[in-house]
């Protein structure tokens, strides 16, 4: 049921979850319903209320008919989305080629977030009455760490926020959010903070334990809904929070760093938070500390993604090559385009070792710097708080939508089609799954415009006769299958919650254990997982001339 960003980071694996399609979003009319942006569908559909099912307690039970908005059926959009992502764009008229090439698809990724990648968020100046949700957002973190709260009184009190504060404005709510454009910060902003809201709402006060794990049907506030839906819509994302809105749009601050005589930006602390923001509380610096290393390993991997596309434009020849002086011989000429190759994978493979070094230190107690890069957090991280205050409040589970997984960013799905790292295995389908579904349209574009150049890597190199250039090829294969295999090991570990602790194991335990796959544990159904994912890159390797 858990959303597990080690089980599923990079694999997509689900924890066996179905995935079944279940409660809708239920509200009635607004003012503005009939305006074509707005209009969902009305049907409503049987369902269990989870609240009634818990307030035998005499605890508070906040009613969710008595809103003035329309109906909105998540379940429907759902089936729309997927419907509709499958769906490639145009090839671009201005170019001969039946396809995008990938370093065009590229450029429009970042055009459309202002050149800034990851997307950073400008919350500070969104406009009223915009600034009202950060309001809100910025009130969370204390109560969801509060033990004065149960999660009915949670969501009641999101409830009357949003009723006395946002209700009447909404018509000016979403105004602002049709203004709105990507790339501008404000629309960065309003996703992350949306998504934190609505993932609060959906989890209540931490640490909370399987009785909410499992809640699979929840109505939720049409006033987070219906701006967060229209905002995901329009970059051809689906109506939930994901990997992109809630943790790689997070982040205002940042530096400029140095690597490799080259300028990253380097993002410095997450902007919204689920725990009090707390430097010396191990539940606030293991969230901070694991999201941060997210958004810096995409901040790296920018330049993983240019080298990736240079490399596939000079395989299909697509690229500039200049020819060797005084030779223009086929052989000389071939030479030539081998040696740029060889050059670009290993230029790849480096910014591959690179973006997975943040992800190995991450754990580390201390910041750490190799070339003046801090590769590691800057905040203290624990196994048994990640289960509690990283993993849990980023699940969603509902309506068949799943919870935010790193198998949702552009990382792995980029070097698996770069090397046509193909498979049958649940945790490759799976994986495609997640990049095709959960992340943005120019992001999607992007991998599609690698995955359908009319020459692949593979092929250039399984028909070369150069030792160096196959050479070359295995190294990069190598590289992303140790990646894997440190994945599996750091991913154990933290799966389990294991720091020597019988007490805090047991806390992340009732979490993580209560899942289970055919009578196998979590952590044992995630190492099975990884390890068919290595076996799948090992078999990339080719045979090396001699």
């Known amino acids: 049921m858990l959303a597990k960003f080690f089980f599923n980071l990079f694999t997509g694996c689900d924890n066996g979850n179905n995935n079944k399609h279940v409660d809708t979003v239920s509200v009635s009319k607004c003012p503005f319903a ?7 569908n009305s049907a409503k559909r049987n369902s269990t209320d989870y609240h009634k099912r818990n307030s035998s307690s005499g605890a508070y039970t906040p009613s969710f008919t008595s809103y003035i908005f329309p109906n909105t059926n998540i379940s429907l959009l759902n089936a729309k989305f997927k419907a509709s992502s499958k769906a490639s764009p145009p090839p671009s008229p201005a170019r001969p080629t039946p396809y995008t090439y990938p370093r065009d698809s590229l450029n429009s990724l970042f055009k459309n977030v202002n050149n800034s990648w990851p997307p950073k968020s400008s919350p500070s100046t969104v406009p009223y009455p915009l600034s009202l949700y950060v309001q809100l957002c910025d009130q969370i973190p204390s109560r969801m760490t509060s033990d004065a709260y149960t999660h009915v009184e949670f969501m009641a009190w999101m409830i009357e926020y949003l009723s006395k504060n946002i209700l009447h404005v909404m018509t000016d709510v979403m105004n602002k959010i049709e203004a709105l454009q990507p790339g ?12 934190v809201c609505l ?25 987070l809904t219906i701006p967060f839906t229209r905002l995901t819509s329009r970059i051809g994302l689906p109506p939930c929070p994901t990997l992109y809105s809630t943790i790689l749009c997070n982040w205002t601050e940042s530096t400029t760093l140095n690597i490799d005589n080259e300028e990253v930006v380097w993002p410095l602390d997450t902007r919204f938070t689920f725990s009090m923001r707390d430097d010396k509380d191990i539940g606030s610096t293991t969230e901070r500390g694991f999201y941060l290393s997210v958004i810096r390993m995409e901040s790296m991997a920018k330049k993983l993604y240019e080298r990736a596309a240079t490399l596939v434009e000079l395989v299909n020849g697509y690229a500039d090559i200049p020819s060797k002086p005084m030779s223009k011989t086929t052989k000389d000429n071939t030479g030539m385009k081998e040696q740029k190759i060889i050059e670009a994978m290993s230029q790849l493979r480096h910014s591959a070792t690179q973006v997975f070094r943040v992800f190995y230190s991450m754990t580390a107690k201390s910041t750490q710097s190799s070339r003046g890069c801090p590769f590691a957090s800057p905040f203290a991280m624990s196994a048994s708080a990640w289960s509690t205050h990283a993993q849990t409040p980023t699940g969603w589970e509902l309506s068949g939508f799943k919870g935010i997984s790193g198998s949702q960013s552009l990382i792995i799905p980029v070097l698996d089609t770069v090397l046509s790292c193909v498979g049958t295995s ?3 389908l799976d994986a495609v799954d997640s990049y095709k579904h959960y992340t943005t349209q120019t992001m999607r574009n992007f991998v599609d415009s690698i995955k359908n150049a009319p020459v692949s890597l593979r092929e250039y190199v399984m028909k070369s006769k150069s030792v160096a250039l196959r050479k070359e090829y295995n190294q990069l294969i190598n590289s992303l299958a140790v990646f894997r295999m440190g994945h599996r090991a750091v991913g154990k570990k933290y799966l389990g919650g294991g ?7 047991k806390t992340a335990g009732e979490l993580v254990d209560k899942i289970r796959k055919d009578g196998e544990s979590t952590v044992d159904t995630f190492a099975r997982a990884m390890t068919e994912r290595i076996l799948e890159t090992k078999k990339l390797l080719v045979e090396e001339i001699r």
């Open 34 to 40: 009939n305006s074509p942006s707005y209009r969902t």
């Open 184 to 195: 501008d910060g404000h629309y960065e902003a309003m996703l992350s903070c949306l998504s």
């Open 199 to 223: 993932l609060s709402y959906r989890w209540g006060p931490l640490p909370n334990g399987s009785s909410v794990a499992c809640v699979s049907s929840l109505q939720l506030p049409s006033e």
């Open 426 to 428: 649940p945790a490759y």
């Open 499 to 505: 720091e020597g602790n019988a007490e805090a194991e």
